[in-house]
Every structure is written in C-alpha cells, then in structure tokens.
C-alpha cells in the first residue's frame, strides 16, 4: 500500500481500542520475569559459552604485541578471538569505527579481544591474563581545543542553510542577542547492557539473540562485516531494556559474540560490561553553539543565526543540533551552520532527540534571553514568533502546528501568571523559587514498514513484523491496531516481534516507530478483510468488522468462518510518498519548570513539570504518557547532572559506570504532568499519529535552565547547571 493522498475516515477512526489507555499487554510477562531478553535465551541456546570483550587501553595507536599464553591455559578456557584469528572483517554500513581492533586503535575501550570460557567467571579471569603493549600515539580530545579546525560535514543535510540576508539584517536590528552555549558528552546508560547470545547452525547460518532496535539494519551491517550471505543471519530481539538509540546499530558484543561462536563451536554469550557501554558503544557527541537573534522593539524576530561545532571520529557524523532553529520561528533572514571536527573519542551517534535534544538546550534559553532584553514575557515572545508555514519556504505549510495553542494551554494549567518577572524575588524558607518555559519540537519522520497478518479458525489474529518493543509499548499499540482494524477484542490478538524472519518493520528509533509500525499492520490488515470477506462470500467495499463479524448487505457471519478452510495470511507494507514533501510535518510541544534552588548552596530541586504535546492520534495515551515523562526524566538528568568527563591526556570517558556517571533518581523527580491535545494529521498516515517519544526531552533542559535563572538570576550557559556555577553568583541571604 503507498500513501500519496491525506487519509479519510477508516476503521481506525472507530476509536473502539486505538486511542484507549489499555494496560501494556507485555506488562505481566515483565513483571513476573517471563520476557526473555537476549542474554537469557537459555532454551533457545543450550550449553552456551561465556565471553568477555578485552577493551583497547588507548585512546589511539597501535598495537605492538599481544600475548595470549597465559589467557589460553587459564581454566576453562575455549577460545580466543583476536583481529588476527578472526580472519578478514569489513565494517558495517552503520558503523563509525571497527567493531574488532587490530592492529590500528580508533578509540579507547575499543574491543581487542574475546575470551571464551565455560563459565562468566572464568572467561573475566582469563581476561585479565591477556598482556597488550601498544605504541600510542596523540589524538585529538577537546571539541574546544579543535574548534578552530572544525570543517562543514558531508551529506546534503548538514549544509549551511541561509535565507535572506542574515548579517545585515542581524547588524541592523534594535535589540540583538549574541550569546554561547554548551553541552557536554552523554551517555544512554540504558538498564540493559549491550547483550548477544550467537549461534551457528551445520549449514553455517547464524543465529544472534541479541538487544537491537533495527532488526534489519543489524542483520544487513552483521552480514557485511562477517563478509556471508545477509540470508544467512537471523536475528531476534523480542524484548529489549532500554535503547534510547544506543542499540539502533550492530555493536562490538554482538560481532564477538559470533565470532567466538565459531570459534567455539558452539553457542556464546557476550554482555558488554557497564564501562564498556560507556567507552566502546555509541554516545551524544559534545557541542558548542552559538545563537543570534535580531528584533524590533515590538518582538518580532527579523534575524535568527544558529552555528553548531560537534565531533566525530573520522567518517562521522555531526550532532544536528541547528536543525529545529530552521522551523520553529518566523523571521525574514536566517542563517544555521554545522561544523565537525575530528575527535578521537568514543564514536558520537544518536541518542533520544538526536539534534533536536541539544539544540533546544541553546535555542530556547537565547529566547528567554531575548525576551528578557525586550521587557516582554518569555511565553508572549514565542508565540508572537509563531509560523504557519517553512520559514524558508513560504509555500510549505505545516501540516498541523499547534505550538501556540501548547504555549496557552501550559501556561494556564501550570499558574504561568504567579510567576515572577524579576528574577531571584520569589523565596519559600530558604529556597529560590523560579519557574521556566520552553518549546518543543520534533520533526514527524515516516519509514516504510511492512507486517504480516495472519486468521486463523478459532478466530485468532496473529500479527508479525520485525518491529521492536525497548519498552514504548509496541506490543500494545500494534495489537490495538489490529483488534480495530479486524473487529476483535484485543485478548484476541498476538504479536509476535522482532525477529528478522518477519517482515521489515520501520523499527524503533528517530520517533517514527508507533506511527509507522502501526501504519505498516493497517496495510497488512486492509488485505486480510479483503481476504476474509471474499471468503465469506461478502463484498470487501461493504464489510464491516465488528465484534468478531464481518457483515455486508444484511448478512452476518463470524470472522472466524474465513479460515474454517484454513489459515487466511495477508503481508503487505506501507510506503509513503511525496506528502512530506508538499506539507512540513512536525511534533510541538510546551515545557514548564517549577525548581527550587537553595539560596546558600546552589542545590537545584525540581519542584514540578508540564508537558502540552500536539502529536497527531495518540495511539495509545498510558504509554504515551509514559514515554513523555521517561523523556522528561531524561531531560532533567542532561539539565542538571549527566556528563560524561573527558581524560584529555588518556582520551576517556572517566566516569564510565553509573556511580560516576549521574542519572536521575526518583527522589530527583516530582510530580509530573502531560496533556496531550486532541488532534489527527491526515497528511501523516492512515493511523493519523505522529511521534511522541522523543518530543517530550526536546525543550526540557532550557525549561530548566530558565527556571534557574527566574529562581537565582544567575544565568548558565554551559550544561549541566551543577551548584558550583551558581554558588558564588546567588543572590545575598537575607
């Protein structure tokens, strides 16, 4: 099925199921510790070997020797995979670096080697034992430091945009901000680790149960750098704990994981340790920013410039953080730049929000920092702001942008008018009190998917994709699709998940998974009423669905006689075509902060927070609703305490585990709130939705950082806001 025209109503407009806060149908298998992750496939692997990844000890050079001797004698051991014994490796389409070093070193904690041992114990011991000298040789490890060096990344996306005739109309223009930010390096420190069992088969196929988000990309990037067949790899993700775009590409564990398979000759079990998850797998790069803004002295914005410097290794990517700075404002005259610098840190890729999730961080506090110079408040500043279309392309309407309406709505559930114009007034007891505002956005991407629909006698709807659930609730939603699209009650619905020989689902990940997973099952599910009408001798244009039946022309039969005959199967995918191109499609959303800091030691506690999100259908609003607090939870933490600290003389993250590297709690945590507006975007997919996932981080650090800075008037421009960059500036006690 293509979708090239806006959608009209369709069985998912009944809203029997879709659209119900209906409970995670995967929740009890959770709960009870009957979902089977990757590293507990013991059934599905029997008498499976352990190994354990030896990382480089540099951050760049060479190896000069490696020893294996006392590591291969050690108890228990069976194997050793090294560069050397793996024989030749290409390098997946997705990757920056080599999964498997040697002799070159790209970044630090990069995978040397695997020790395979009867037991975890053993294999960690023998670990040890293995003896590396290196020649190091000097890298580059500061973003600040390489600035300078800095070039424009390759790919069309990342050009400079310009509109109008940003310098002039900056330099002309009454009041003018010009001001630096900064973020630093994080990390997912999702719960699950990187975890692979990996499996061969006598006719040498392979079979990796591992933690991925994108089935297919995994098996495509596993088959190109073990140089087989992509046919002749399999793999299975039914449940994953935790991704946040840590897992969206094939890693070091699962690799090693097949590589000490074979050498092993048997199956293999490789979970990444805690301080590798932070060195040698994916993180959000670092970046400087540097936001421009031009107004009249009415408040409206005439020139907005927006330049972004990130680091990669070489062949990398940049952080895109300018990209929502394009769409979010009016103004005549606008310029956004990126620049890359080459870094030889761990490799920087995406993680929750990637660009928009650090752009924000910068863009909305210059906003409140604007609003400030014109005397105007922060929430009025952004809405006299507002667009209706693509400030670089005026013809380009928004297919839905209700950002305003966000704006409005929070400021009035969150009491917006009781907050204090003048910053650092407002004390409760020992604690300044200040409340933030700031928008969000994410931009609604759409990808091709495809499901599998299956009938059977006792009236079953079987669903399969290779779609994966990291904890959103994909389970849930796919099943309400097709319970409303079949006529079923949903305890009549299975899914089946991520497992490669399903068809290609959108997978998880850049917040397009709901709308298109499930759009992908729609298009499975039209066939499969077509199928099971014409089987029941009625007209598919007629039929109607509904509680088990399918009625037409006065006739009434039980869906289940469809396949008394046996089993009705339907496949088929939803492709999109040049809507996207004709509309601007995007997610918007409000945040507001209430934080408290301590007037003597510059302790910052969230006190309260606000979500307003405009993102087409919600499909479901419990999970949703969940998915926006984890994303604000994980705002809060990037606001307030996540940095990864750089080793500029080792070339290291130092505060790799999560005792160094701070993630909130739930004692940091209170009271949160979301409101979802009601809304559909035709112009979308037949479901209607968009994106939410991800919506609910973008805008909340700056919300915060505003709300410091209403609380103190002590305004912090490089993230996290931690006391010791507000303790000397605070306001005198009184």
């Not at 390096?185 to 990187?194: I, K, L, R, V, Y």
């Not at 105007?376 to 209706?388: A, E, G, L, Q």
């Not at 995918?573 to 004709?582: A, C, I, P, S, V």
Request: aromatic fraction near 6%; charge should be neutral.
């Amino acid at each position: 099925m293509k979708f090239t025209t806006p959608a009209t109503t369709n069985p998912i407009d009944q809203l029997k199921i879709i659209g119900k806060p209906v409970d995670r149908i995967d929740g009890p298998l959770k709960t009870t510790g009957a979902a089977i992750y990757a590293y507990e496939q013991h059934a599905a692997a029997p008498n499976a070997a352990y190994g354990y990844i030896v990382g480089a000890g540099i951050a760049k050079g060479r190896i000069a020797s490696i020893s294996l001797d006392k590591a291969a004698r050690a108890l228990g051991v069976i194997a050793i995979v090294t560069a050397d014994s793996a024989g030749k490796l290409g390098k997946g389409r997705m990757n920056t670096a080599k999964l498997l070093a040697g002799p070159d070193i790209q970044h630090y904690h990069q995978a040397v080697a695997l020790v395979v041992a009867e037991t975890f114990e053993q294999a960690r011991a023998a670990a040890q034992l293995v003896q590396i000298k290196y020649t190091p040789q000097k890298g580059a490890y500061d973003l600040a430091a390489a600035k300078d060096q800095a070039v424009q990344p390759e790919g069309k996306g990342n050009k400079d945009s310009i509109t109008g005739d940003f310098d002039g109309a900056y330099a002309g223009a009454p009041v003018r901000l010009d001001s630096s930010y900064s973020t630093p390096d994080q990390s997912h420190a999702m719960m699950e680790p990187h975890a692979t069992i990996a499996a061969w088969d006598a006719s040498g196929k392979l079979t990796v149960w591992t933690a991925n988000q994108m089935i297919d990309w995994g098996k495509g990037d596993l088959a190109k750098t073990l140089g087989i067949p992509k046919e002749n790899v399999r793999l299975v993700s039914p449940y994953i704990g935790g991704g946040f775009g840590g897992k969206l590409f094939v890693r070091a564990e699962a690799l090693l994981a097949a590589l000490g398979a074979r050498a092993a000759k048997r199956p293999v079990k490789v979970a990444l340790q805690r301080p590798l998850m932070f060195n040698n797998t994916t993180h959000r790069p670092a970046t400087i920013q540097r936001v421009r803004l031009g107004a009249s002295r009415e408040g409206k914005l005439v020139a907005i410039g927006h330049e972004s410097w990130s680091g990669d290794l070489p062949g990398g990517g940049p952080e895109t953080a300018v990209q929502q700075t394009r769409l979010l404002y009016a103004a005549p005259h606008r310029m956004t730049k990126m620049r890359l610098a080459v870094l030889d840190l761990p490799e920087g890729n995406a993680m929750r929000a990637p660009g928009e999730a650090p752009g924000l961080m910068a863009l909305e506090i210059a906003m409140d920092e604007m609003a400030e110079k014109l005397k105007m408040d922060p929430v009025t500043f952004r809405i006299i702001n507002d667009t209706s279309s693509d400030p670089e392309k005026k013809e380009r309407k928004f297919s839905q942008r209700r950002l305003v309406e966000c704006l409005r709505t929070g400021a009035d559930k969150f009491g917006w008018s009781q907050r204090s114009a003048q910053p650092g007034k407002l004390r409760d007891g020992r604690w300044l009190i200040g409340m933030g505002v700031a928008a969000a956005f994410r931009n609604n991407l759409l990808m091709k998917s495809a499901a599998r629909v299956r009938l059977d006698r006792d009236g079953v709807v079987t669903v399969e994709t290779d779609m994966t659930d990291i904890g959103t609730g994909s389970y849930t939603i796919i099943a309400q699709t097709a319970a409303e699209m079949m006529g079923v009650p949903l305890a009549r619905v299975v899914v089946k998940l991520g497992d490669s020989s399903f068809p290609v689902s959108a997978g998880s990940g850049g917040q397009w998974g709901a709308n298109s997973s499930t759009a992908g099952v729609y298009a499975a599910c039209v066939k499969l009423r077509e199928a099971a009408a014409q089987k029941l001798g009625l007209d598919p244009a007629d039929a109607a669905f509904a509680d088990g039946r399918v009625s037409a022309g006065g006739r009434s039969l039980p869906l289940a006689e469809a396949a008394a005959d046996g089993e009705l199967v339907a496949e088929d995918q939803m492709e999109y075509g040049d809507l996207d191109k004709k509309f601007q499609q995007s997610t918007f959303g409000a945040h507001f902060v209430e934080v408290a800091v301590d007037a003597a030691t510059g302790e910052t506690r969230i006190r309260r927070m606000l979500a307003v999100c405009a993102a087409g259908r919600i499909l479901n609003p419990k999970s949703a609703r969940s998915q926006v607090i984890g994303a604000m939870t994980m705002g809060a933490g990037a606001a307030l305490m996540e940095d990864l600290v750089v080793d500029q003389r080792g070339g290291f993250f130092v505060n790799h585990d999560l005792a160094g590297y701070e993630v909130p709690v739930h004692a940091d945590i209170p009271h949160q709130d979301v409101i979802f507006l009601d809304e559909t975007d035709p112009i979308s997919s037949p479901m209607k939705a968009k994106g939410v996932g991800e919506l609910g981080i973008c805008g909340v650090g700056a919300a915060i950082a505003n709300a410091v800075y209403n609380a103190t008037g002590v305004r912090v421009r490089d993230y996290p806001i931690t006391l010791d960059k507000l303790i000397e500036k605070l306001p005198e006690s009184v």
